[in-house]
Structure formats: structure tokens, C-alpha cells
């Protein structure tokens, strides 16, 4: 389906007119017909993903040298910065996408950040030298930043909102800059101060007025971004299979895992697209609580690939990484239940008029924690989520039937 809003002569534009270099950057109808994901903004998420791929390969990389702790913390820390700039072009290109030349040209400033970002999250890991992240967040901001002062200038009745939003971006920004300045042993209490902060400013700035987002746009580029990460995690089993396969071939527990893993894959797939997400979206503040929410459900679907493409390193021959073995089916089932359970109490309960739905992913998450002692847990879990998406299957054709 074509968008009319984003002919290739960009939105509101004449037919066959040319592109404008700069026009006033005026909200749009957030009940526009037919609105749908852009190509920029599918470019946008892909640079976004190279920076998903490298926070999940080094988790995988911390867990399986045994740095449990050091490894999610640093996931944590790297994660939340990936999600929050994403995040807020997101819901900013869902008010005011213009798409002349300008609003491009930040938005490639944008995605030049989120590479800079993705170069630097080894060095967060391995280090804790979080400069050159600081650098891609801080060009991420800046792109934003202007987005938000063109809004300032042409949108009247969003202008309180829109110098609030810019206002917040640039402070928040200053304290990350000097936070750099800090001791190392010091930064983790730094980064617990400012990250509240960041997410406050979207709090602070909509008092002044609710941006126009519109609900059908916000719910699928939110399913594009889930669909990136789930595609990652993928990825990251892969390259584990390959390797393993390279070095010891092919074995019982290693087919068991890739197997378990498609099945895990394929059924968090399920849970998330069985039912659309758009109509959750009737207020801001229920719509703060669903795309905030999505921090855990994308963070655990990377995780998710980390534990598949260690326990593939549990499998691949006797001298597997020292933490292989040692965390056992939990980093599958861990992710996998916090997935669960973030998505129903995000999407699942308050859709879900029967309640039915909404205790079978309470049951699917319990079992994926009950099944991770076990030999041969990534198969076991998938089989899991399989008895989900056909629980799921049969309460939606109950419901369409009543």
C-alpha cells in the first residue's frame, strides 16, 4: 500500500512539484488515512540494528567468559541508550515527518550518530570508556535537537512543547558530557541520575501540550523495531551454528538447540503480532506506558539471541566458553520470560476482554523459568512457546466466533 503523505515528493507535497529544501515544519493530521512507515525510517531502524547487533555480541561474548554481572550491566547501560534515541526520533517523526531536504539531512545526522554509537559499545563493554557512545548519543541529539527547534518555529499551538522538548534534549545532553569527566568508578551512579532524567523530559515537555502522534504509524514502526531485533537475535544464533559447525559438525544437543531456538523465535514472533497494537493507543498516557514498556520487550528479545548463541557454545564440543555451561538453559529462559511477561502486561491484558490470553502467558513464562535446569532447555522452552501460539490461535477464533 502507498502512503499519499509520502509521494517522492514528501508529504503535502504537489503532485509532480519539486522537493522544498525548507518548508515550516508543521504537525500532522494523527488521523491521516493510510499512514505508514517511511523508507527513511526504515533506513533509520536497519542503522539502528548494527547497534542492537553489537550490545547482543558483547553480552554473549561477557556471559560466556563467566563476567555475569559486569556483562548485563553493560547491556543494560548500552541498550538504554540504543532504545532512547531511537525512541525519540520515533515519536517525533510521527508529528512532524515533513520529509524536504533539511528533515532529511538530519535525519541523516541522526543515523551518522547511531553508527558512532555502535562503534563505541565494544569499548563501553570491554573498557568501561564510555566517550566514544557519548559522542554518537550526543550527534543523535543534535540532529534531534534541530528537528524540535523547526517545530518550535512553525508550529504554533505545539510551540511550548516542542522548545520544552529541545530544552530537556540539550540539558540532559550537557550532564552526559560531563558525566565524562567523572571517575570511571563513578559512572554508574551518574548514568542512574541522568537516565531518569532522559526519561522525564518527554513527561515535562507534554504538559504543555500532547505531540500529534498517530496511533497506526507508532504501533508499526514499533513492530518494524521488533521485528529488526527478533532478526538480530537470529543472527547471532548463526554465526554461533557456523562456527560450531566449522570446528565439531553437527550434533544431537546442537540440532536440539537450533530447533529450540527457531521455535523461540517463531513464537515470540506469534505473541507479539496476534493482535494489532494500535488500539491500545487511545491516550498519551497509556501510550508513555506501552513504548516505555518496550524497553524490556526489545531489550530481552536481544538478550534472547545472546542465550541462543551461547548455549549453541555449550553445545559445540567439550571445551565450551567458561560461562557456557555454567548459566545452563537460564539465559534463554530468563529473557524469554521477561519477553512474556512485559508483552502481556503491555499488549496482552488490555486486550484481552476474556482474561484467557493473559494467564496462558503468565503459564508460558512460569515454564520457561521451570524448564531452564533442564538438558536440552532451548528445545524444551520452544515447545513452550509453540503450546502458547496455539492457546493464543484458539482464544482469538473463540472471540471472533462470539
Known sequence: MTDPSTTPDGPR???????????PLRARDPHEPHRVVTPLELLFD???????????????HGLGEGHVGPALLGFGVVFFAVWWAWMGFTWFASAYDDDDVAYRV???VEIAGALVLAAGIPRAFDETDFRVVTLGYAILRAGLVTLWIRAARADGPGRATAQRYATGL????????????????????????????????????ERRGATPWHPHH??????????????????????????????????????????????????????YFERPAHALLISSR?????????????????????GLALQVDADAGP??????????????????????????????????????????????????LALSPLPGATLWIGFDLVGLAVASARACRDKGRA
Open 106 to 108: 538530519a535525519v541523516f
Open 319 to 368: 571445551r565450551p566458553p567458561h560461562g557456557a555451561h555454567d548459566l545452563g538453559g537460564w539465559v534463554v529462559g530468563v529473557p524469554v520470560a521477561v519477553y512474556l511477561l512485559a508483552l502481556c502486561a503491555l499488549q496482552v491484558r488490555p486486550l484481552d476482554g476474556g482474561r484467557r490470553l493473559t494467564v496462558a502467558h503468565g503459564l508460558a513464562a512460569a515454564a520457561a
Open 218 to 271: 507508532i504501533a508499526e514502526r514499533f513492530g518494524c523495531m521488533a521485528l529488526i531485533v527478533l532478526g538480530e537475535s537470529v543472527l547471532s544464533a548463526t554465526m554461533a551454528i557456523q562456527s560450531a559447525l566449522d570446528v565439531e559438525g553437527l550434533s544431537i544437543p546442537l540440532l536440539e538447540t537450533i530447533l529450540g531456538g527457531l521455535l523461540i523465535v517463531f513464537g515470540m514472533w506469534w505473541a
Open 286 to 306: 497509556r501510550a508513555f506506558v506501552w513504548g516505555y514498556g518496550h524497553l524490556l520487550i526489545f531489550a530481552s528479545t536481544a538478550a534472547v539471541g545472546a
Open 170 to 205: 540539550v540539558a540532559v545532553q550537557l550532564g552526559w558530557i560531563a558525566l565524562l569527566a567523572a571517575p570511571r568508578a563513578g559512572w554508574v551512579y551518574g548514568w542512574l541520575l541522568l537516565a531518569p532524567l532522559e526519561l522525564l523530559v518527554p513527561v515535562w515537555a
Open 13 to 23: 507535497a504537489r503532485h509532480g512539484a519539486p522537493r522544498a529544501w525548507v518548508r
Open 46 to 60: 536497519l542503522c539502528f540494528a548494527v547497534a542492537v547487533a553489537q550490545a547482543a555480541a558483547r553480552l554473549h
